[in-house]
């Protein structure tokens, strides 16, 4: 959203962690078996039983929202929408992130079309072994579910190249003041070691570092 600030960002971010807390607080015990490789086929969903199916009742075509815990990793928003669609249509799905390395933190919430299908999907994928995880599914109930919860639904995320950019940063050219900085905390870190190898008995004195030249004079609004 435009005009968020940091500090709402991160409230919003913190609730949305307080409610997947609450709704699985228990540790993901390990198990032996194949991780799920990026690009790979996402498979079929298991059959839904009879039994969950006459255990739910139809909607009034009101959506319904499961949140899935212990995604396993690579099984981002393409490959959830895939999976999960195979139950029925979605209308809206948000794959929890880290805001600053877009990680993914292993759980989402998936709003579906109809009630009843988060309802199959939470009974039928629920203690679910997918790919060497074992899920953790549960319907929202409307309280629950408030207008953020699904803030940057949709999208699909695209890796940010954060070591190309600090190359970028690197190559950009300094200003005055930023190199005055620069000399300064290197003249203050060269005093430190003199006084330490002054302590052991040496006696070091380092160059002299050069201080910023000034920039040329601007003339008629050109160098």
Same mark, same amino acid.
């Given at each position: 959203?435009?005009?968020?600030?940091?500090?709402?960002?991160?409230?919003?971010?913190?609730?949305?962690?307080?409610?997947?807390?609450?709704?699985?607080?228990?540790?993901?015990?390990?198990?032996?078996?194949?991780?799920?490789?990026?690009?790979?086929?996402?498979?079929?969903?298991?059959?839904?039983?009879?039994?969950?199916?006459?255990?739910?009742?139809?909607?009034?075509?009101?959506?319904?929202?499961?949140?899935?815990?212990?995604?396993?990793?690579?099984?981002?928003?393409?490959?959830?929408?895939?999976?999960?669609?195979?139950?029925?249509?979605?209308?809206?799905?948000?794959?929890?992130?880290?805001?600053?390395?877009?990680?993914?933190?292993?759980?989402?919430?998936?709003?579906?079309?109809?009630?009843?299908?988060?309802?199959?999907?939470?009974?039928?994928?629920?203690?679910?072994?997918?790919?060497?995880?074992?899920?953790?599914?549960?319907?929202?109930?409307?309280?629950?579910?408030?207008?953020?919860?699904?803030?940057?639904? *949709?999208? =699909?995320? &695209? $890796?940010?190249?954060?070591? /190309?950019?600090? #190359?970028?940063?690197? @190559?950009? !050219?300094?200003?005055? +003041?930023?190199?005055?900085?620069?000399?300064?905390?290197?003249? *203050?870190? =060269?005093? &430190? $070691?003199?006084?330490?190898? /002054?302590?052991? #008995?040496?006696?070091? @004195?380092? !160059?002299?570092?050069? +201080?910023?030249?000034?920039?040329?004079?601007?003339?008629?609004?050109?160098?």
């Amino acid at each position: 959203m435009e005009g968020e600030s940091d500090s709402e960002g991160q409230e919003d971010d913190e609730n949305i962690q307080a409610l997947a807390g609450n709704i699985d607080p228990e540790e993901e015990a390990a198990v032996n078996e194949e991780e799920f490789q990026p690009g790979q086929d996402v498979g079929k969903i298991p059959k839904v039983s009879k039994d969950v199916q006459k255990s739910v009742k139809a909607s009034k075509e009101e959506p319904g929202v499961v949140y899935i815990g212990r995604i396993p990793h690579g099984f981002y928003e393409y490959e959830m929408k895939q999976y999960l669609s195979q139950f029925g249509p979605i209308s809206r799905l948000r794959l929890s992130r880290n805001k600053k390395t877009g990680a993914s933190k292993h759980f989402a919430f998936v709003e579906f079309t109809e009630a009843s299908t988060a309802e199959i999907v939470s009974k039928t994928m629920d203690n679910y072994l997918l790919f060497g995880h074992i899920l953790k599914c549960k319907v929202l109930s409307k309280e629950q579910v408030h207008e953020d919860l699904f803030k940057g639904a *949709n999208r =699909r995320f &695209k $890796k940010v190249p954060w070591n /190309k950019m600090a #190359g970028i940063q690197l @190559e950009k !050219p300094r200003t005055e +003041s930023a190199w005055e900085a620069k000399v300064a905390r290197e003249r *203050n870190n =060269r005093a &430190k $070691k003199a006084a330490k190898l /002054k302590e052991l #008995g040496y006696d070091f @004195e380092a !160059p002299e570092l050069k +201080s910023v030249p000034a920039p040329a004079a601007v003339e008629n609004g050109e160098e």
